[in-house]
């Protein structure tokens, strides 16, 4: 498993604003949107291409298109949802997947309540998309959901990380080369309620409102 923490001025600077209570929902919606977009050009670095030949106005060259299968984004629900554009407008040609997962408030493990994802997934790069990487259990579980059904790369997309997350991740996924976590930082430390600090508090609360 690799981790990669995206150190960039802009990152940093939506980031803040994501975290401020302060912040609407509406731009916290706007904010999500553009972090996401940020991230992805980077978590798309190894996105699977192949070579094609065009015609310029002038002459015949080559050049690369995305490899087929064509990969699968994979939001989370329901606070995942809101990184869908972001990554959308970087592989817009995507499919795709969604899988609800919420966590059990009391025990902290991941509950499966929803899945709409192709059975057999065999080659196919997979991005899956969860703003917090708080225990780490969702991502476990979507992670091992999606390398059963044949997936040949997960790549995840997390605002922010805890660290009791990421070790219970790397415990779990192992050494397995094909997964990669993408985050905008790596926060301190998961409070008694399994909430990241410093944080920007329930992801989809602040993205839809408390329902
Ligand atoms: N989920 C959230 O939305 N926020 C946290 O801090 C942890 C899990």
Same mark, same amino acid.
């Given at each position: *498993? ?5 150190? =960039?001025?802009?990152?940093? =600077?939506?980031?803040? %604003? ?12 706007? +904010?999500?949107?553009?972090?996401? &977009? ?6 798309? =670095? ?6 094609? &030949?065009?015609? &310029?106005? +002038?002459?015949?060259? &080559? #050049?690369?298109?995305?490899?087929? @299968?064509?990969?699968?984004?994979? @939001?989370?629900?329901?606070?995942? +949802?809101? *990184?869908?554009?972001? *990554?959308?407008? %970087? ?5 795709? #997947? ?33 703003? *917090? ?10 992670? $091992? ?22 070790? $219970? +991740? ?9 997964v990669t976590i993408f985050m905008a930082a790596l926060d ?12 920007? #508090? ?10």
């Amino acid at each position: *498993m690799r981790i990669e923490i995206i150190d =960039h001025p802009l990152v940093a =600077h939506k980031l803040t %604003l994501l975290r401020d209570e302060n912040t609407p929902s509406a731009v916290f919606r706007q +904010l999500v949107d553009e972090l996401v &977009t940020l991230l992805a050009y980077e978590a798309t =670095h190894d996105a699977r291409v192949q070579e094609i &030949t065009i015609q &310029t106005p +002038l002459t015949e060259t &080559t #050049g690369v298109k995305l490899a087929e @299968p064509r990969p699968i984004v994979v @939001p989370i629900l329901r606070a995942g +949802l809101g *990184m869908l554009e972001g *990554m959308s407008k %970087l592989l817009p040609s995507a499919e795709i #997947g969604f899988l609800g997962l919420k966590r059990d408030e009391e025990t902290l493990q991941a509950i499966t309540y929803a899945n709409r994802l192709p059975d057999d997934l065999s080659g196919r790069q997979c991005y899956v998309l969860d703003p *917090m990487l708080a225990t780490g259990a969702t991502l476990i579980d979507s992670v $091992n959901y999606l390398l059963e059904r044949g997936a040949r790369d997960v790549t995840c997309v997390c605002l922010l990380g805890a660290p009791e997350g990421l070790r $219970n +991740l790397e415990k779990a996924i192992g050494n397995r080369a094909n997964v990669t976590i993408f985050m905008a930082a790596l926060d301190d430390h998961l409070n008694e309620k399994g909430y990241i600090v410093p944080g920007l #508090g329930d992801a989809g609360d602040r993205l839809y409102g408390v329902v």
